[in-house]
């Protein structure tokens, strides 16, 4: 009989914890996103730019890799186009607008979509594996710019400094060219794959079947005439590539109505904000616009840098369904202010939905299997609203009567 009454008495301390349990763990759901596909386009493996501002490499690239897939679906297993050549080529080119203006135009890890389309019609574009990158010699198999960066910065700003009357070192281009070789290894001028011969160019041309001239730049403010050209305010566009202006509306319904209809596109965006991947700490690796704001410090690799994840920046603890109604005052007033800034470049790929029945655009990243889709997000639609900083896509991927209006 004792042992009955103590059996009873421990279930009875028992049955408060697990009732306890259990309302933590519907709470803990309460708010936790469910994602079913709507539809989604093919893309090439997730990648990881590590301790690099390269996600405009990676990000073009992975877009470009789906155009090429597109018009050659067979490619989808193990088409893997190569960054190192990419950056290599950009960085030299960047450095040069560095020192013809002064040192006024930037020098910096970022670039924009421009930078790979200027390469593949200039130079040309690779498959990975014919440079060195990802295992090098010193068996690092993730870009780290730490030491590749500084002394380039520090011998650009010795070269053209902003009071000297002349270039100081008139071969500093091959030196410059020399540090990038000595990280990426010297960009080919010929090389074979699958068994035929390409140069980088014939390679785009022959293989990848992609004309350059396919594609155009969309971006929405209102400080420029709406349906005419200008080239965005930003330090990584130091190239001056100009993009078409839209209202934020007819931006919008490009980018749903061309994934609706079979297009992929590289994004530009701001992923500083705090409901970028930190709402109730539960509901990682998705883009959303809450009502709620903290502060925090960012700290860490490229990830880290924009999300916080490992800088103990503090959670935003909101609705899951709780989203501002985003106007074109409030785009414009971010881009003003410097709240929207050019963080970061992606692709978006196909739309899905919530158990709520809200619609998201999917997203592909560059940092690697992270998170619990593995590298993959879901960006809603007021965030792409707000805080896209544009677009670069197919221009058959526009509908035809805003292809009318830009006159392409």
């Known amino acids: 009989m004792k042992k009955i009454i103590a059996l009873a008495a421990a279930a009875l301390l028992i049955l408060p914890a ?16 469910i994602f079913t596909t709507i539809i989604e386009h093919p893309v090439t493996s997730i990648k990881n730019q590590n301790s690099s501002g390269t996600c405009w490499a990676y990000s073009s690239l992975a877009f470009l890799e789906s155009e090429a897939i597109k018009k050659h679906p067979e490619m989808k297993d193990d088409l893997d186009l190569c960054e190192s050549f990419l950056i290599s080529k950009t960085y030299v080119d960047r450095a040069d607008k560095h020192v013809r203006t002064h040192g006024d135009a930037s020098f910096s890890q970022g670039g924009s979509f421009e930078d790979a389309l200027y390469c593949m019609e200039h130079y040309g574009l690779i498959p990975e594996g014919i440079m060195p990158y990802p295992i090098t010699e010193y068996g690092d198999s993730l870009f780290n710019f730490k030491t590749l960066f500084p002394p380039m910065e520090a011998y650009l700003k010795s070269i053209a400094p902003s009071d000297a009357k002349k270039i100081l070192h008139k071969g500093w281009k091959p030196a410059v060219q020399a540090m990038l070789d000595g990280y990426f290894g010297k960009c080919p001028t010929e090389f074979e794959y699958k068994g ?3 140069t980088p160019q014939s390679f785009v041309k022959e293989y990848l079947t992609l004309d350059p001239n396919d594609y155009v730049s969309l971006t929405s403010y209102t400080h420029h005439p709406f349906y005419s050209t200008f080239a965005l305010e930003i330090q990584d566009n130091w190239r001056w590539a100009t993009s078409y202006n839209l209202p934020m509306e007819e931006l919008m319904r490009v980018m749903y109505e061309s994934v609706k209809n079979g297009w992929t596109f590289a994004w ?14 539960k509901n990682k690796s998705v883009a959303m616009v809450p009502a709620t704001l903290s502060k925090g410090k960012e700290v ?15 959670e935003v603890v909101v609705s899951a369904n709780a989203e501002k109604t985003i106007t074109q005052e409030m785009r414009q007033e971010a881009y003003d202010n410097w709240e929207t800034t050019d963080d970061h470049g992606m692709q978006i790929y196909g739309i899905a939905k919530d158990q709520y029945g809200k619609e998201y655009f999917m997203m592909k990243n560059s940092w ?14 007021p965030y792409a609203a707000y805080k896209t900083m544009n677009i670069v896509i197919n221009k058959n991927a526009v509908p035809a009567d805003i292809r009318k209006k830009l006159g392409f």
């Open 196 to 198: 035929k011969k390409y």
């Open 268 to 281: 530009g965006a701001d992923v500083s904000e705090e409901g970028f991947s930190r709402l109730n700490g």
């Open 368 to 381: 690697g299997e992270s998170g619990p889709f593995k590298g993959f997000w879901y960006v809603s639609q």
């Open 300 to 314: 860490g690799s490229d990830q880290a840098h924009w999300t916080g994840e490992k800088g103990g920046k503090e």
């Open 18 to 33: 697990v009732a306890k349990d259990k309302d933590k763990k519907k709470e803990d759901s309460k708010d936790s996103l």
